[in-house]
């Protein structure tokens, strides 16, 4: 009897090697990296908390991108497609934030200010944003 090695779908390359190259270059983060295909399409999809910034996951994997779709003509353009690495018709990124970097960014940020955080419009009269803004704004600026 012969065993058939199945070959893993395009998506499905692509995220191992997401997950291969993440790991690399952002050894103490955690990644959940998932691939799902469907009629018309694949996506990646990528999840962590904390660690580094979605700026910098999104300028390492933007690449496993065939291309993106164009709004005005209501077509998806392959502007990216590379022979060299599995890729995926959708790559997506979504970086969460503990409840313990939500705290230490709220304690620092109302040091900072000097205001109590807990008071909204003290924090929007002073800033010119809510509290969850500045720190959201924080977050995206900062890796943990």
């Not at 933007?62 to 353009?77: A, C, L, R, S, W």
């Not at 970086?95 to 419009?121: F, H, I, N, P």
């Not at 929007?124 to 943990?144: H, N």
Request: neutral net charge; proline residues 3%; glycine residues 6%.
């Amino acid at each position: 009897m012969t065993t058939k090695t199945r070959t893993p779908s395009n998506q499905a390359a692509a995220a191992t090697a997401i997950r291969a190259e993440l790991k690399a270059k952002f050894p103490g983060a955690s990644f959940r990296v998932t691939s799902k295909g469907y009629s018309m399409g694949d996506h990646v999809n990528i999840d962590w908390m904390d660690g580094p910034t979605a700026k910098s996951v999104d300028d390492i994997v933007k690449k496993y991108q065939y291309g993106h779709f164009e709004v005005m003509n209501d077509i998806y353009e392959y502007s990216n497609h590379r022979g060299d690495i599995p890729q995926s018709k959708y790559v997506f990124t979504a970086r969460e934030m503990s409840d313990k970097v939500r705290q230490e960014l709220t304690a620092k940020l109302a040091e900072y200010w000097g205001l109590d955080m807990t008071d909204k419009q003290a924090v929007m009269s002073k800033t010119g944003r809510w509290p969850d803004q500045l720190v959201r704004i924080e977050f995206s600026d900062t890796a943990y």
